[in-house]
């Protein structure tokens, strides 16, 4: 079974397009994370929630929009697509328990290109 | 400033020799530490973490890491290197401030390549 799953795993679309990622966890977890990944391999959180409720919402165009149905799924959707927006995106989860940290469980990743 | 450095982008070396990546971090709080691996075209892989004791932490794959707080590093390495280690290492660094330690700052990745 997969743990954290991405959907679609390749995105090829044109400037201006709106399009939407998804992610979905099936560990039980109540923290998930998007991640990009740029050319260069450099990772930077964008946008983290618990349990529904975002936590972590870094320097991020208001194009991306996060959305968290539940505590199993994040979704992101990206509105008018711009070339810059080509990237891989990560998904990831983890289980928050107070003080502890506990490992972060990526999805495959999204690989988005912008024509 | 809170900031993670690797210190090298590629490392290539052959079969069977030893290899060290370099994990170099600056922070005011406490921290956790962990090393991920990416294989091509693929999510990332935990490797190991440090999160308090021995600061000798031992992972998957044969690889092992040295926590050194005076020097705050936490290099990751291997006796011995396979082929199939050819990947991507990404340190990571949670700075644990006001109990809160969700977020992960990765540094830029080191390509290990292992030649035969």
């Known amino acids: 079974d997969t743990a954290v799953s991405q959907t679609p795993k390749y995105l090829v679309t044109q400037m201006g397009n709106d399009k939407s990622i998804k992610c979905e966890q099936n560990l039980g977890h109540d923290t998930m994370y998007w991640y990009k990944q740029d050319s260069k391999k450099f990772l930077k959180i964008m946008f983290s929630y618990n349990n529904k409720e975002l936590i972590i919402n870094e320097t991020v165009p208001n194009r991306f929009s996060p959305k968290s149905p539940d505590k199993a799924h994040l979704n992101l959707h990206i509105n008018s697509l711009e070339l810059g927006d080509s990237a891989v995106y990560f998904c990831?989860?983890?289980?928050?328990?107070?003080?502890?940290?506990?490992?972060?469980?990526f999805g495959p990743g999204t690989r988005l290109t912008v024509l | 400033a809170q900031s993670v450095t690797q210190l090298d982008s590629q490392v290539p070396v052959f079969e069977e020799a030893p290899v060290e990546l370099r994990c170099n971090y600056s922070?005011?709080?406490?921290?956790?530490l962990f090393w991920y691996v990416q294989y091509p075209n693929q999510g990332l892989q935990l490797l190991l973490k440090y999160l308090s004791g021995s600061t000798l932490v031992k992972g998957i794959n044969g690889f092992e890491a040295e926590f050194n707080k005076s020097q705050t590093s936490f290099h990751l390495r291997k006796p011995s290197v396979h082929i199939s280690d050819t990947a991507e290492y990404f340190c990571?660094?949670?700075?644990?401030?006001?109990?809160?330690?969700?977020?992960?700052?990765f540094g830029s990745g080191t390509q290990l390549t292992v030649l035969p």
């Open positions: 990571a660094v949670s700075f644990i401030s006001s109990g809160s330690a969700r977020q992960l700052t």
């Open positions: 990831a989860s983890s289980q928050f328990t107070g003080a502890s940290y506990n490992e972060q469980f």
């Open positions: 922070s005011s709080v406490s921290v956790y």
